[in-house]
């Protein structure tokens, strides 16, 4: 599939600088931040000193706010995959979430016992190379002290957290809606309706205006029908030369709903596109957005109004029981893979060797007791979604 969409006025200046734009300084602008898995790109919108500068800040900032939906849902990008994101235990355990669907403590532990015979140290390290670094340092430190016996029983310890994870959101920001708008404006251009044409838009964007152009907009849900299997990034612009407006809406994954008055000076043809994408696969999708609004949403909005009483819970009540699925499906695999490698380890045998009767019973009887903990807790904390 070919994601680069160019301008057919490719060649004119940077929507942010307004520098000219060459062959030499033009860049792939994402139109929705590939920091959370958008693809499509446009060229002859941005310069390269721009792109790189509002992607350091203001993409970032975004990223950085989504970044637990990113690495729950391996977001993917076309190059890296999302930090790992720190998260709590109710108990108060500090541990990182992966993008691979692992977790592991958000620090190393190191502890020192004075006994009668010297002295015990005890570590627990989050990878083999963390913890050979930590027995490098002490040997310098402990000089009298011989660490050979702890680098050659370095062992590998599975372990459940204490309870259940928790973590905290929060959308939007004078960087974030930076690239919230950027991001309708770039979708504006990619129709050939030009960043002048977008002055209110860009007034913000380029800190000429302190009101901001966009706001939540929950009154209603405007994705026509919405998918229950997984969430999506969307955003689409519609221009419309009866009430000379230009509104963009952007949502990620389901649960950031935007609405952008790019233009009230609109005098265009009715016109109005959408792209979407499931970040989880990188597929792009059809979804239809409803951007015909009345007189009185849209004055609500404006008012900044249009955010009523449980619309933000039942956002969230659609978005996380899908993400929810989504990461407990990965969760089952990545212990079901693993429970089987360590029987096989623990057997001397191949992953695809043949087994007899007795192997077969023992295989599943190791299986059995390497999933037991993976299935207590799903049994003690795993809500049903």
Same mark, same amino acid.
């Given at each position: 599939?070919?994601?680069?969409?160019?301008?057919?006025?490719?060649?004119?200046?940077?929507?942010?600088? @307004?520098?000219?734009? +060459?062959?030499?300084?033009?860049?792939?602008?994402?139109?929705?931040?590939?920091?959370?898995?958008?693809?499509?790109?446009?060229?002859?919108?941005?310069?390269?000193?721009?792109?790189?500068?509002?992607?350091?800040?203001? @993409?970032?900032?975004?990223?950085?706010?989504?970044?637990?939906?990113?690495?729950?849902?391996?977001?993917?990008? #076309?190059?890296?995959?999302?930090?790992?994101?720190?998260? !709590?235990?109710?108990?108060?355990?500090?541990?990182?979430?992966?993008? @691979? *669907?692992?977790?592991?403590?958000?620090?190393?532990?190191?502890?020192? +016992?004075?006994?009668?015979? *010297?002295?015990?140290?005890?570590? !627990?390290?989050?990878?083999?190379?963390?913890?050979?670094?930590?027995?490098?340092?002490?040997?310098?430190?402990?000089?009298?002290? @011989?660490?050979?016996?702890?680098?050659?029983?370095?062992?590998?310890?599975?372990?459940?957290?204490?309870?259940?994870?928790?973590?905290?959101?929060?959308?939007?920001?004078?960087?974030?809606?930076?690239?919230?708008?950027?991001?309708? &404006?770039?979708?504006?251009?990619?129709?050939?309706?030009?960043?002048?044409?977008?002055?209110?838009?860009?007034?913000?964007? !380029?800190?000429?205006?302190?009101?901001?152009?966009?706001?939540?907009?929950?009154?209603?849900?405007?994705?026509?029908?919405?998918? =229950?299997?997984?969430?999506?990034?969307?955003?689409?612009?519609?221009? =419309?030369?009866?009430?000379?407006?230009?509104?963009?809406?952007?949502?990620?994954? *389901?649960?950031?709903?935007?609405?952008?008055?790019?233009?009230?000076?609109?005098?265009?043809?009715?016109?109005?596109?959408?792209?979407?994408?499931?970040?989880?696969?990188?597929?792009?999708? !059809?979804?239809?957005?409803?951007?015909?609004?009345? #007189?009185?949403?849209?004055?609500?909005?404006?008012?900044?109004?249009?955010?009523?009483?449980?619309?933000? #819970?039942?956002?969230?009540?659609?978005?996380?029981?899908?993400?929810?699925?989504?990461?407990?499906?990965?969760?089952?695999?990545?212990?079901?893979?693993?429970?089987?490698?360590?029987?096989?380890? =623990?057997?001397?045998?191949?992953?695809?060797?043949?087994?007899?009767?007795?192997?077969?019973?023992?295989?599943?009887?190791?299986?059995?007791?390497?999933?037991?903990?993976?299935?207590?807790?799903?049994?003690?904390?795993?809500?049903? &979604?």
């Amino acid at each position: 599939m070919g994601y680069l969409s160019r301008h057919s006025d490719a060649m004119g200046h940077c929507a942010i600088c @307004d520098e000219e734009i +060459t062959p030499l300084n033009d860049s792939k602008e994402h139109v929705v931040p590939n920091a959370v898995g958008g693809r499509l790109k446009v060229r002859g919108f941005i310069c390269r000193k721009c792109n790189n500068g509002s992607g350091c800040e203001w @993409d970032a900032e975004l990223a950085d706010q989504f970044n637990w939906f990113s690495v729950t849902l391996n977001v993917k990008r #076309e190059a890296g995959v999302a930090p790992s994101h720190p998260v !709590k235990t109710v108990g108060g355990q500090g541990l990182l979430l992966h993008a @691979d *669907g692992t977790m592991s403590p958000d620090k190393p532990v190191i502890s020192t +016992t004075e006994i009668p015979s *010297g002295r015990q140290i005890s570590i !627990k390290a989050r990878t083999r190379l963390e913890a050979r670094k930590i027995l490098k340092g002490l040997q310098r430190k402990y000089p009298e002290s @011989d660490f050979s016996m702890a680098f050659a029983s370095l062992t590998e310890e599975t372990s459940m957290p204490d309870g259940p994870i928790m973590t905290s959101f929060q959308f939007g920001g004078p960087l974030a809606g930076r690239s919230i708008v950027k991001t309708a &404006v770039a979708m504006a251009f990619r129709m050939s309706i030009p960043p002048a044409g977008c002055e209110l838009a860009m007034r913000y964007i !380029k800190g000429v205006a302190a009101t901001p152009p966009f706001a939540e907009f929950l009154s209603r849900d405007l994705v026509r029908i919405r998918p =229950d299997k997984h969430v999506f990034h969307v955003v689409s612009v519609r221009g =419309d030369p009866e009430t000379k407006r230009l509104m963009g809406y952007v949502e990620y994954f *389901g649960l950031g709903r935007f609405l952008v008055l790019l233009s009230t000076e609109y005098d265009g043809c009715p016109v109005q596109r959408t792209y979407s994408i499931n970040p989880a696969t990188a597929e792009e999708i !059809k979804i239809a957005v409803d951007l015909v609004l009345s #007189e009185d949403e849209f004055n609500r909005w404006l008012a900044n109004d249009a955010v009523p009483d449980g619309s933000r #819970e039942a956002a969230f009540n659609y978005a996380m029981p899908v993400i929810l699925r989504q990461m407990y499906a990965r969760a089952d695999a990545n212990a079901f893979d693993r429970a089987y490698e360590e029987a096989c380890r =623990d057997m001397g045998i191949e992953s695809s060797e043949a087994l007899d009767n007795d192997q077969i019973m023992e295989f599943s009887r190791r299986m059995a007791h390497k999933l037991m903990p993976h299935l207590l807790r799903i049994l003690r904390h795993r809500p049903r &979604v």
